[in-house]
């Protein structure tokens, strides 16, 4: 393509003042320079205006930028290559006290199921008594959920691989340990499945693409190596999407068990439907944006995506980095809080993480419990039936906290149009982080490598933000976090969110839970969110361990 034909066409395509970026890429591709009569139709389109000495020493400018494109090029930056620049969620000033790393369980002796499927929608916590007083074997237990995921796992298509020899390898060797008193907490022994996004040894890590199927990674992520230690049994590797999104992958779409007609949410749509249909003890998913809520809301599970920085993420897929959060889905929030103390706190591979500790205490006074809400985003009317029934629900939830005797704040003082301003404006760098992290993916893809989503249209499309906008953006997710964090300071926990959308809090870092809330008027699964403030998932996962207490939603699961 000639030079003038190519800077036209990306003028037709409306790129105005992103043109310069992206066609400096593509130059330093083909070896080519950047020529004066360029510059002049960039500015063009652009609406910027040199005179001819400053586009000349511009134009050296450029040219020399052109070698340092090129050796990036060949650069082996691999996805797993961090960020020499890491995000910190924490506003200015904000210093966080260090929590105790403890848990505690309200166990009782519990009665053995009379049959062993019947453990199959049991809560850790059963789990965890049945096993540690020797009423169930791991093996026992694992051969139970490797049955039930060879049964339905070809309806719901939410298992990449499964790891029947490894499963009973690891289980056999928690019961071994358990049998010489070596019992490693309310996690040993306990099948659970890991979004394929992980890596794991001896299993293949496909990242949800076919050109990745058969792909194994030597080495354990961090979440892996701290559930094997934990105790926890790997019975299969999850549903992740393709590259990460949405609920289909290159074996199809993963299914609700709900309703096979329709899909699970994603991305961390294996995690969702595996735990809804009782095919794992639990699963560990992750979110960039949505990917733990939504699907664990349309499955009707507990799903926590922790504030950013509380689990590495070594030895998982980077999407983009500085809104990549691990989480635990459950059945309910007291599952999602032991998960969360087994895998959270530093490995030193990830310098995002924070050593905070994290402590679990199931009895919390409602009293000093500061529940906040934002009303307008209740009353708001919206067509689409199912959001209607989910902010029903929150409304009917409010209601019962108040009645637990919880403390109900209003929150305002809210300017939503400037919020508004500063999630569009901030959101920009996600897509750049995408497509810096893929980029080798992205200039080596085959025609049939994507086939359910358009993740090369995004990462060209990211060629075309230009570097300034990409940190002016950072700077103004600085501004989201410090309003965020100046909102969020009036109480202890917000039942909902600030807006309607997640984008939000997966900008600022704040932690969120779903929990189940009864169903549709089509029988499909309902919801509720909290998000909790930075780094306080004990005070998040207490409140709503309380209402499930009081509820009992989270005890309902789709007959298959």
Not at 217 to 236: P, R
Not at 327 to 348: E, K, N, T
Not at 395 to 404: F, G, I, P, T, V
Not at 486 to 513: C, S
Request: net charge positive.
């Amino acid at each position: 393509m000639k030079r003038r034909v190519f800077i036209n066409v990306l003028g037709s395509l409306g790129l105005g003042a992103t043109l310069l970026p992206g066609a400096l890429a593509a130059l330093a591709k083909e070896g080519k320079k950047v020529t004066l009569e360029m510059m002049q139709k960039a500015e063009e389109i652009s609406g910027l205006s040199f005179s001819e000495p400053e586009r000349r020493e511009v134009l050296s400018r450029l040219n020399q930028n052109l070698k340092a494109y090129w050796e990036l090029r060949n650069l082996p930056l691999e996805n797993e290559t961090p960020l020499s620049l890491y995000f910190d969620p924490l506003p200015q000033g904000k210093v966080l006290e260090k929590q105790p790393n403890s848990i505690r369980l309200e166990l009782r002796p519990v009665n053995p199921p009379a049959q062993i499927q019947d453990a199959a929608f049991y809560p850790l916590s059963r789990l965890a008594q049945l096993i540690k007083q020797g009423n169930i074997s791991s093996v026992q237990l694992t051969k139970m959920y490797l049955a039930r995921m060879d049964k339905y796992n070809p309806l719901l298509n939410c298992a990449v691989t499964i790891c029947h020899e490894l499963a009973l390898e690891q289980a056999a060797k928690a019961d071994e340990e358990l049998a010489k008193g070596n019992y490693k907490g309310p996690l040993h022994g306990i099948p659970y499945g890991l979004k394929d996004i992980f890596s794991a040894k001896g299993t293949p890590t496909t990242w949800g693409l076919k050109r990745y199927q058969y792909r194994v990674i030597a080495k354990d992520a961090t979440v892996a190596q701290k559930l094997a230690q934990a105790g926890a049994v790997l019975l299969a590797k999850l549903a992740p999407g393709e590259l990460a999104t949405g609920d289909r992958y290159f074996k199809g779409r993963t299914l609700n068990p709900w309703n096979p007609r329709h899909g699970s949410g994603g991305s961390s749509a294996g995690p969702a439907s595996a735990v809804a249909a009782g095919l794992v003890g639990f699963a560990m998913g992750t979110e960039t944006n949505g990917s733990i809520i939504s699907p664990s809301l349309l499955c009707g599970v507990s799903g926590l995506r922790p504030s950013f920085g509380r689990v590495s993420r070594h030895g998982c897929m980077n999407i983009a980095p500085s809104y990549d959060k691990p989480g635990p889905m459950c059945r309910s929030a007291q599952d999602c809080a032991l998960v969360l103390h087994a895998v959270c706190g530093p490995d030193q591979k990830d310098r995002s993480v924070k050593e905070l500790g994290f402590a679990w205490e199931p009895k919390i006074n409602l009293k000093q419990i500061r529940v906040g809400y934002v009303s307008r985003l209740f009353k708001r009317k919206i067509k689409h039936s199912w959001i209607s029934q989910v902010l029903a629900c929150h409304e009917k939830a409010l209601s019962r906290l108040a009645d637990m005797g919880a403390q109900i704040k209003e929150l305002k003082g809210i300017d939503h149009a400037y919020l508004k301003r500063l999630v569009k404006a901030s959101s920009l760098g996600m897509m750049v982080e995408a497509a810096a992290f893929h980029e080798n993916l992205n200039q080596g893809h085959k025609s049939d490598d994507f086939q359910h989503s358009d993740w090369p249209a995004r990462f060209r499309g990211a060629r075309y933000v230009p570097g300034v906008e990409y940190l002016q953006a950072n700077r103004a997710r600085s501004l989201l976090i410090e309003e965020t964090s100046r909102i969020m300071d009036q109480v202890d926990v917000l039942l909902g969110r600030l807006t309607l959308g997640g984008l939000l809090t997966n900008l600022t870092g704040h932690p969120e839970l779903a929990i189940p809330h009864g169903l549709s008027d089509n029988h499909m699964p309902l919801g509720i969110v909290f998000t909790g403030s930075l780094y306080q998932e004990s005070s998040l996962l207490g409140l709503a361990h309380r209402y499930q207490k009081e509820t009992g939603y989270q005890l309902r699961h789709p007959s298959l």
